[in-house]
């Protein structure tokens, strides 16, 4: 069988899976949901029901491994509580300390900038909360690796929260789908070796 692949953009609220097989999330949004896709689709990595953006879906596994490798960068939108300072940009760039599965990890240095526009993405225009609880900024973030919930308990060590979190870009390739969507992708549009 041919292998296939596609681009979806992951609304807010969905699971990054095909099947649900938990009790306690038994009304939860599958990704089956956005449209029909071969038997055998798999999410390539996976983003949590509050996140949102760029997901691939694949029907191989090789591909699968390969684009989770630390050798295809992930890059973020990260709205954060408060206007992020040097400090803490300079924290999150060099890596910092969070816990993974209840023990100490440092996060591998990762590119790091601010004034990032959300609007040049087409994601929902939805607010996280109301301006009288202060500020928020924007803040993108280039990883290698993918550890569970890694972008939001980094900005959470250096002081400010995740409120919103968006994945932009996997390897080349980049979010310009509107919630929802999805199109196939030719095998010559995957990030490779």
């Known amino acids: 069988m041919m292998e296939q692949h596609f681009k979806i953009h992951k609304p807010y609220g969905y699971l990054s899976q095909f099947v649900n097989n938990q009790n306690k999330r038994r009304n939860k949004k599958l990704l089956g949901e956005l449209g029909e896709f071969p038997e055998n689709t798999m999410a390539i990595g996976r983003l949590d029901e509050t996140s949102?953006?760029?997901?691939?879906?694949?029907?191989?596994?090789?591909?699968?491994?390969?684009?989770?490798?630390?050798?295809?960068?992930?890059?973020?939108?990260?709205?954060?509580?408060?206007?992020?300072?040097?400090?803490?940009?300079?924290?999150?760039?060099?890596?910092?300390?969070?816990?993974?599965?209840?023990?100490?990890?440092?996060?591998?240095?990762?590119?790091?900038?601010t004034n990032i526009n959300p609007n040049h993405f087409p994601i929902e225009k939805r607010h996280v909360r109301d301006s009288r609880h202060g500020p928020t900024s924007w803040v993108s973030i280039t990883l290698t690796e993918g550890k569970f919930r890694q972008v939001r308990k980094m900005t959470a060590k250096v002081g400010f929260p995740t409120l919103r979190l968006v994945r932009v870009r996997i390897g080349t390739i980049h979010l310009d789908l509107n919630p929802g969507k999805h199109k196939p992708l030719q095998e010559n549009e995957l990030p490779n070796a």
Do not use: M, R, W
Request: glycine content about 8%; charged content about 20%.
């Open 52 to 113: 949102e953006g760029l997901l691939l879906l694949t029907t191989c596994g090789k591909t699968s491994h390969y684009i989770n490798s630390s050798k295809v960068e992930k890059e973020y939108l990260s709205q954060v509580d408060g206007v992020i300072t040097e400090d803490a940009l300079n924290q999150l760039k060099t890596g910092v300390t969070i816990s993974i599965n209840g023990k100490p990890y440092h996060t591998k240095p990762c590119q790091v900038t």
